[in-house]
């Protein structure tokens, strides 16, 4: 009971700052997403234009996701020319790791286009850019979006890590629970953590629902909802 009554105290006590941290933690998530993925998608589409790079390709993000993530966060200051607690140092290399999750997964995506509507649209005439938009993105679509929900989950998960080197979000409370012996307050940060994924998650997948309107239906065209 004693440590009941602490535990909702403290949450009394501290539901400003849980706020804060919450709303710091998914602007730390949204640009790396955001970014990670604008920059992987046509890499990886490039990338596809032949073997050899497709293969260099998939090496150079097993490579870049293989970085751990604390000496990063400590080597960026001096790459970038920033102080150590700067927010785009935590930012930067999280963007990093969107790019590399999301190479992959954007290379399997253009890779599985049936060669029959590429060869349509070839003679359709279509432009490299036009194709790209109005072919390969949408045929791609759903792959694509699987992509990001999982460079969503891991980049809110890593986003923690931050607090390590003073950039502060849930992880926060992972920090101080641990040094204070109290298992509630990192309950606290878990639970928002996992929170602000299944709100992105949910948010991604009804946006994707919204944007490739086709997916809803099963294979006859019409009818059941997928």
């Known amino acids: ?3 009941k009554r602490a535990a909702m105290n403290w949450l009394t006590q501290n539901t400003s700052q849980i706020m804060d941290y919450a709303l710091q933690h998914i602007v730390l998530s949204a640009l790396p997403i955001i970014i990670g993925t604008l920059i992987a998608v046509p890499l990886a589409r490039l990338a596809n234009g032949a073997r050899l790079t497709r293969v260099s390709l998939y090496v150079a993000s097993s490579v870049l ?3 751990p993530s604390l000496p990063l966060l400590i080597f960026l200051p001096a790459l970038l020319g920033t102080r150590i607690l700067d927010p785009i140092n935590i930012e930067v290399a999280l963007t990093i790791y969107a790019v590399a999750i999301m190479l992959t997964s954007a290379s399997h995506a253009f890779l599985s286009i049936d ?4 060869h349509a649209a070839d003679a359709m005439g279509f432009g490299v850019w036009k194709k790209f938009f109005q072919v390969e993105l949408p045929l ?9 929900r999982v460079v969503s989950v891991s980049t809110i ?4 890590v931050g607090s390590l080197i003073g950039v502060n979000s849930l992880g926060f409370f992972f920090l101080e629970g641990y040094q204070r012996d109290f298992p509630f307050e990192i309950w606290v940060g878990i639970v928002g ?3 602000i994924a299944l709100i992105f998650d949910q948010i991604l997948a009804v946006s994707g629902r919204l944007l490739m309107p086709w997916n809803r239906h099963g294979p006859a065209g019409r009818g059941s909802v997928a």
């Open 1 to 3: 009971m004693p440590q």
């Open 65 to 67: 996701y293989a970085i």
């Open 115 to 118: 060669s029959n509507a590429m």
């Open 140 to 148: 791609a679509g759903t792959q694509l979006l699987a992509g990001i």
């Open 157 to 160: 998960s890593l986003v923690t």
């Open 193 to 195: 953590t996992a929170l």
